[in-house]
């Protein structure tokens, strides 16, 4: 009985992974299908809906499987449509922005909690962070950092930064109420053990 008990453990355990792993795999391929598809860019404006696929796995699996997510998918789409070299500070800096989603939204839809993760991905990541590790990758060493960054300053907070952060505040605060109404969470869950 014991023996039996053990093994429909291991079993649950082993379901429990196999889903775990194809939701992953769906929410990845779902980020590199919207990051090529469903990014609009109109001269300095760019939206991009990738952040999507990371929002959810951050309200499924919380902080971890965010940054999961938003890594492997980010390496994915530098394999698979490379818009320059691969950099693993960006790829980091793509998990940071998954942690953070995952942090404050696993267990809260508070629109205090939505500001706070898009504010530091976009005032944090998108304008500090991301520049300068492009700077690091193609000026070498950094030096150059702060001219490239105060002479775009102004315009990256207007073009890209307050469009971006209005984009992500409307569509996160609308897709976790929707996950919520419709108990998206707890049916993912409820299959899961």
Request: aromatic share 14%.
């Amino acid at each position: 009985m014991f023996k039996n008990k053990l093994n429909e453990t291991k079993s649950r355990k082993a379901k429990l992974s196999t889903q775990t792993m194809a939701v992953f795999a769906i929410l990845i391929a779902a980020q590199f299908v919207i990051s090529q598809f469903l990014t609009f860019q109109v001269w300095n404006i760019k939206i991009s809906f990738s952040f999507i696929p990371v929002v959810i796995a951050a309200r499924l699996y919380g902080a971890v499987g965010a940054a999961e997510v938003a890594g492997i998918g980010d390496i994915i789409g530098v394999i698979f449509r490379p818009v320059g070299i691969w950099f693993p500070p960006i790829t980091i800096s793509a998990m940071l922005v998954g942690a953070v989603f995952g942090f404050f939204l696993k267990k809260s839809d508070s629109f205090i909690r939505i500001l706070i993760s898009v504010l530091i991905s976009e005032f944090v990541f998108s304008l500090f962070i991301t520049p300068l590790w492009l700077t690091i990758l193609y000026k070498g060493n950094g030096t150059d950092f702060f001219a490239f960054y105060f002479s775009t300053l102004v315009s990256r907070i207007f073009v890209q930064i307050i469009p971006m952060t209005i984009v992500k505040l409307v569509v996160i605060t609308a897709m976790l109420k929707a996950m919520d109404k419709i108990k998206f969470v707890k049916r993912m869950t409820e299959v899961n053990t």
